[in-house]
T-cell receptor, first 111, second 114 residues
Framework: TQLLEQSPQFLSIQEGENLTVYCNSSSVFSSLQWYRQEPGEGPVLLVTVVTGGEVKKLKRLTFQFGDARKDSSLHITAAQPGDTGLYLCAGSPNTGNQFYFGTGTSLTVIP | SAVISQKPSRDICQRGTSLTIQCQVDSQVTMMFWYRQQPGQSLTLIATANQGSEATYESGFVIDKFPISRPNLTFSTLTVSNMSPEDSSIYLC???????????FGSGTRLTVV
C-alpha cells in the first residue's frame, strides 16, 4: 500500500487544455513537494508547500496543500507540450524521517 | 542546490553478478537516499545512508542484496548483488536540500539484467 496515492495515473490532453492532478494520503505531512521527471533524468523539484491551506503559483502551475495537510493538488492552466512528464508528489509523514513518493501521474500534452 | 554525479548511467549485466553504483555530491550532506524506479512509475525508497553508521533499509529490501557504503559526507555506493532479471530497473540516489525542503537527485542508473 502506497502512502501517497495520486490520480489520475495517466493523462493525455490537447495543448491548451487545463488539468488537475491529485495527491492523497491518510497520514499528515509536515510538508509536501511536487516534482516533475523527464525520461533519463532524476525528478526535479517544482514546489514545496508547508502550511495547511497554502496555495502557491508557479507561472501556469497552481499548487494547493489541504487544510488537514493530508492531500495536495497540482493544477496546470493551458497545458503545453513542454509540460509532458511524470509528476510526483512526495513528503515525510509526521511519524518519521523517511521521504516517500506518490504513485505518480504520467502527463502527455499533445500539440 | 546540491549537484550529484551518479555513475554508471546505464549497464547491462549478467544474472548472478553484482553492480556497484556510485554517487558523488558536491557538498557535505548528512543523509543520502537510494531509490528504485521502474520506467514510467514512481520511486520506491530502498534505504537511507548516514555517514558513520549502517544504512536503514525499507521493508522488502535487505543489506545482503543491496549493501550500501557511506565512507564520507559526499559519497555513497549502492551494490545490487547476485542480480536477477527482476532487478532490472532505474536506481537513483538523492540528498536533501535544506534550503527549500526539497531533494536533489542523481540522473539515475538504468540497469538491465539478462
Amino acid at each position: 500500500t502506497q502512502l501517497l496515492e495520486q490520480s489520475p495515473q495517466f493523462l493525455s490532453i490537447q495543448e491548451g487544455e487545463n488539468l488537475t492532478v491529485y495527491c492523497n494520503s491518510s497520514s499528515v505531512f509536515s510538508s509536501l513537494q511536487w516534482y516533475r521527471q523527464e525520461p533519463g533524468e532524476g525528478p526535479v523539484l517544482l514546489v514545496t508547500v508547508v502550511t495547511g491551506g497554502e496555495v502557491k503559483k508557479l507561472k501556469r502551475l497552481t499548487f494547493q496543500f489541504g487544510d488537514a495537510r493530508k492531500d495536495s493538488s497540482l493544477h496546470i492552466t493551458a497545458a503545453q507540450p513542454g509540460d509532458t512528464g511524470l509528476y510526483l508528489c512526495a513528503g515525510s509523514p509526521n511519524t518519521g524521517n523517511q521521504f516517500y513518493f506518490g504513485t505518480g501521474t504520467s502527463l502527455t500534452v499533445i500539440p | 542546490s546540491a549537484v550529484i554525479s551518479q555513475k554508471p548511467s546505464r549497464d547491462i549485466c549478467q544474472r548472478g553478478t553484482s553492480l556497484t553504483i556510485q554517487c558523488q555530491v558536491d557538498s557535505q550532506v548528512t543523509m543520502m537516499f537510494w531509490y528504485r524506479q521502474q520506467p514510467g512509475q514512481s520511486l520506491t525508497l530502498i534505504a537511507t545512508a548516514n555517514q558513520g553508521s549502517e544504512a536503514t533499509y525499507e521493508s522488502g529490501f535487505v543489506i545482503d542484496k543491496f549493501p550500501i557504503s557511506r565512507p564520507n559526507l559526499t559519497f555513497s555506493t549502492l551494490t545490487v548483488s547476485n542480480m536477477s532479471p527482476e532487478d532490472s530497473s532505474i536506481y537513483l540516489c538523492s540528498v536533501e536540500d535544506p534550503g527549500d525542503y526539497g531533494y536533489t537527485f542523481g540522473s539515475g542508473t538504468r540497469l538491465t539484467v539478462v
